[in-house]
């Protein structure tokens, strides 16, 4: 909450002295509809759920659903060491994973390590493992009061209608006041088109025939060390990549499993700690790249159909760096995400066809 407010503070301030005033944070949020959460287990386990969706039939390709922005108000302190992400129907029984597009949790009042802009908490796609680190050892600290901003995409690629479609978030976490877990750790990603994409946010490209290749770089803002990495691309990606440039190493890559048409039906999740060490660092003084590689079969430009992003967990030396409010792409990614969509709007529907 004090950090909510020192950012409010200092927007205000910024109007006060002839900059743009820009709406407050706080007041950003409060428009925003809440997402549902409820306690487990003594305070083991935190549910989000957004509201269900109706996914009309496919017709030879793919429909997508937007859902609108939601906050997601954290009712209870403790650190995250789990997380998976469903799709469940108006029964609670679980739909297909094809049926989730994206979902992204975002906390506004943190940073992202390569970037200046809202911190990822979380993010998965249909072809996301779901991914834990030991309870022991490592968790991402969460407050009662802390203020996160969710919105997801549901896809159908069947001719039948999917009623009642419900994201569900569930959060495994260890209760504060306890001596583990050791490390404090937090999620951080880079995608190729960071820091804000393209109009809207997009963060989608056109894929032409044959190979092509993305990339983007960028100095991590504090020294940490990275516990593991995982990825998420589109159909027809062949390889993902993060390279320290300035070492000239590459610190991971992988080729998504794909089925033989092309599809990605996962991309494998690499640990990197072990009993004899922590992982692999990554420092202020170094550039990092992240690079993915696509191969379109077809004769035709696929507009908008590629994507590529790495995320993964790190341990940093020392605290975790707040955000600056008044960087310009700190505002227009915050922009993006709460305006773009429409918050509170019915989600929009999309023919994709591959």
């Known amino acids: 909450m004090r950090a909510l407010l020192r950012i409010l503070a200092t927007l205000l301030l910024a109007g006060q002295n002839g900059g743009p005033a820009h709406p407050s944070l706080s007041d950003r949020l409060d428009a925003l509809p809440p997402a549902a959460t409820r306690v487990e287990r003594h305070g083991r386990t935190l549910i989000i759920e957004l509201p269900p969706q109706d996914l009309p039939p496919a017709d030879g390709g793919e429909i997508m659903v937007r859902t609108p922005v939601y906050r997601v108000d954290i009712p209870v302190s403790g650190s995250i060491h789990r997380y998976r992400v469903e799709v469940v129907d108006g029964n609670g029984d679980s739909l297909p994973r094809s049926v989730l597009h994206h979902v992204n949790l975002n906390d506004p009042s943190r940073r992202e390590l390569f970037a200046p802009i809202m911190l990822h908490v979380l993010a998965a796609s249909k072809e996301t493992p779901s991914p834990s680190v030991p309870w022991l050892l490592f968790g991402m600290p969460i407050s ?54 393209a109009e809207g946010g997009s963060k989608a490209f056109d ?45 991971w890559e992988t080729v998504p499993e794909r089925s033989a048409s092309g599809a990605v039906m996962r991309v494998p999740l690499t640990r990197f700690y072990s009993w004899h060490r922590l992982g692999k660092r990554v420092e202020p003084t170094h550039r990092y790249r992240v690079t993915v590689e696509y191969d379109n079969p077809t004769a035709d430009t696929l507009r908008g159909a590629g994507m590529g992003s790495v995320g993964g967990v790190v341990v940093p030396d020392g605290a975790w760096p707040r955000v600056d409010p008044t960087n310009p792409d700190y505002l227009a990614d915050l922009t993006n995400t709460l305006e773009h969509f429409g918050a509170g709007r019915l989600g929009a529907v999309h023919q994709h066809h591959h």
């Open 207 to 251: 894929l032409p025939p044959g190979r092509s290749s993305h990339w983007w770089e960028s100095s991590p803002a504090i020294p940490g060390t990275i516990l593991g990495l995982g990825g998420h691309v589109h159909d027809y990606a062949v390889r993902i990549e993060f390279k320290d440039m300035t070492a000239n190493a590459v610190l």
């Open 144 to 197: 009662a009061g802390d203020r996160y901003v969710l919105s997801g995409m549901l896809a159908n690629d069947g001719p039948t209608p999917v009623t009642g479609a419900t994201i569900r978030i569930v959060l495994d976490l260890t209760p504060p006041g306890r001596p583990w877990p050791l490390w404090d750790a937090y999620p951080w990603g880079m995608d190729v088109k960071f820091p804000v994409g």
